[in-house]
């Protein structure tokens, strides 16, 4: 096992699956909401750690959106990204693709360029200073209205420069795909990607919504795929990358043991599965945290974790050049492993 553990520090990787604001760690809440006059409904570290016992999705959406709301000036956004992406660093990952919730902002009167300027600049500097690259991926609230997504991706268009692609987040029971289908089709047209939550707690049939109505280039969770085989045959055929997040389905209770997780049988039914975080500061663990307990319980081998590894770069936005040129390190560091 501690050799596992070796190869997943040595690994090259790329995270797909990562929320800005769910990198917001307690004691960075406690700074920004001194630092701003906010009031946060904990006393102390320990009350926030009490706090994260989360019975499904919900109920961890509900702190969430709390948490959020120390972040107001472009330096807190900057503090924000620049903490995750030291985090990233310290555990060999070599590209990003993160997400982030403009609404969550937009809708507390913070403005969308103060957002993108802290988030820009600390991308910006993780490149310079340790050649660490990134995408972004802007997300609609899928409990809002389409016509607030529509509204959102107006408010994007000074910045589509940076923006690769949008996704679909928040409380997905009741919310389906379809809800969204106009203005993710809108999206396309200004010629971004999309991705979609789908199966985190959905039904399959919401999975089939992000697919045929969305037009998703990657599936975000996809869990509850599993339950339909005809999907996961298509899913499979089509190779499409799905951005699993073991600590995050323990948390949520998708899983109420983490050695009874499905990536290995993902992996065996021939998906095109990746590891990632979700949400770290509130599920218990950056990526290599997340690999290391999942390869743990359910007895990943060192050709699966390296398998995951290679998946991340190739279900990734990045050029074809690029993720040749990671997929080169990944076999550098196997060899001499
Ligand atoms: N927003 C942040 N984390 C999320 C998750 N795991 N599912 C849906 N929306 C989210
Ligand atoms: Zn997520």
Redesign the pocket.
């Known amino acids: 096992m501690t050799d596992i553990n070796a190869l997943i520090d040595r690994l090259p990787k790329a995270e797909l699956h990562l929320?800005l604001?769910?990198s917001l760690e307690p004691e960075l809440m406690f700074e920004l909401a001194n630092r701003n006059g906010i009031e946060i409904p904990f006393k102390s570290l320990d009350d926030v750690r009490a706090a994260y016992e989360f019975a499904n999705?919900q109920e961890?959406?509900d702190i969430?959106y709390v948490g959020m709301n120390v972040l107001i000036t472009e330096q807190d956004f900057f503090d924000l990204t620049w903490a995750y992406l030291e985090r990233a660093h310290a555990d060999t990952v070599r590209h990003v693709e993160v997400?982030f919730?403009p609404q969550g902002h937009t809708d507390r009167g913070v403005a969308l360029e103060t957002v993108m300027a802290g988030i820009c600049r600390a991308l910006d500097k993780a490149e310079a200073d340790w050649g660490l690259t990134s995408k972004l991926i802007l997300?609609f609230l899928r409990h809002l209205s389409e016509e607030a997504a529509f509204e959102t991706l107006e408010q994007a268009r000074p910045y589509l420069e940076r923006i690769e692609a949008v996704g679909l987040?928040?409380?997905?029971l009741g919310h389906p795909p379809s809800k969204f289908e106009r203005v993710f089709a809108a999206a396309a047209k200004l010629g971004l990607k999309r991705v979609a939550?789908a199966g985190?707690e959905g039904p399959p049939a919401y999975v089939y919504e992000a697919l045929d109505l969305l037009k998703i280039d990657r599936l975000d969770?996809g869990n509850r795929a599993l339950e339909d085989l005809a999907l996961v045959e298509r899913l499979a055929g089509e190779g499409m990358t799905f951005t699993v997040?073991p600590l995050?389905n323990l948390k949520?209770c998708g899983v109420s043991d983490l050695r009874e997780h499905p990536l290995k049988r993902m992996l065996e039914l021939g998906l095109k599965v990746t590891v990632n975080s979700?949400?770290p500061a509130y599920f218990g663990g950056y990526v290599n945290e997340n690999f290391k307990q999942t390869a743990h319980a359910v007895g990943l081998s060192q050709a699966e974790v390296i398998e995951l590894a290679r998946n991340s770069f190739t279900g990734s936005f990045l050029s074809a050049q690029d993720i040749r040129k990671h997929l080169t390190e990944i076999e550098a560091v196997t060899q001499t492993a």
């Not at 987040?169 to 997905?172: P, Q």
Request: hydrophobic content about 25%; aromatic content about 14%; charged content about 30%.
């Open positions: 929320h604001e769910g999705l961890f959406l969430y997400f919730d997300c987040d928040s409380s997905e939550h985190e969770h997040c995050s949520l979700d949400d």
